[in-house]
């Protein structure tokens, strides 16, 4: 610039909204194994863990889901994220259907509203559910941080399916779903390349 051979350059940061932190793939499902599979991990968070590294489910959302929003049918047991259900690993199901059947040991008293359905994750203060920021702790205590393996959740999903179809799913707004698509395609083509080229 100083001998007037090039103009002002314009060096592109990567967004620091998404890009706080990503896990590899299989990082990712090494977490996942464990969620489904180690007992010595509290129930409670093996099945947030799980949500969130199979659908990037937000733990703000995770919480507030109810026990009705299970449910089983002939071929498998379903929970409902937003308006449409989906289909749960068996594991992953048995574990919500003993959260429903013996309330977290961190709650005193079994939350239900005037219908008799309650929160899958009950708080300790009445009527409540679980609190976000205890949450996020307890998963970073026992090695399942939120926000990595969220971020790469929604890379793969919006990598394998339709945004539009991956809003639907995980109740996100189309937008977001779609700038996720976007990120994924900007900033990830050379890893999904890499990821295409192993797989063939």
């Known amino acids: 610039m100083a001998r007037r051979t090039t103009g002002k350059l314009a060096i592109s940061r990567p967004s620091k909204r998404n890009s706080s932190g990503f896990l590899d793939e299989q990082d990712l499902q090494e977490q996942l194994r464990r969620c489904l599979n180690d007992d010595t991990i509290p129930r409670g968070?093996?099945?947030?863990?799980?949500?969130?590294?199979?659908?990037a489910v937000p733990v703000s959302r995770i919480v507030e889901l109810t026990t009705e929003r299970f449910h089983r049918e002939e071929n498998g047991a379903y929970l409902t994220?937003?308006?449409?259900?989906?289909?749960?690993p068996p594991k992953l199901a048995l574990l919500i259907e003993e959260q429903i059947a013996q309330p977290v040991a961190d709650s005193r008293m079994r939350q239900q509203f005037d219908n008799g359905i309650g929160y899958l994750f009950p708080g300790k203060a009445p009527g409540r559910p679980r609190n976000v920021v205890g949450t996020h702790n307890l998963l970073?205590?026992?090695?399942?941080?939120?926000?990595?393996?969220?971020n790469t959740a929604m890379i793969e999903a919006v990598t394998s399916l339709p945004p539009i179809v991956v809003a639907d799913l995980f109740g996100m707004h189309p937008s977001t779903a779609q700038r996720w698509a976007n990120y994924a395609k900007d900033d990830w083509s050379a890893y999904l390349a890499?990821?295409?080229a192993g797989t063939e």
């Open 81 to 88: 994220l937003d308006r449409h259900p989906v289909l749960l």
């Open 194 to 196: 890499a990821r295409m």
């Open 45 to 55: 968070a093996r099945i947030i863990g799980a949500l969130v590294r199979l659908y």
């Open 140 to 150: 970073n205590q026992v090695g399942l941080p939120v926000l990595p393996a969220r």
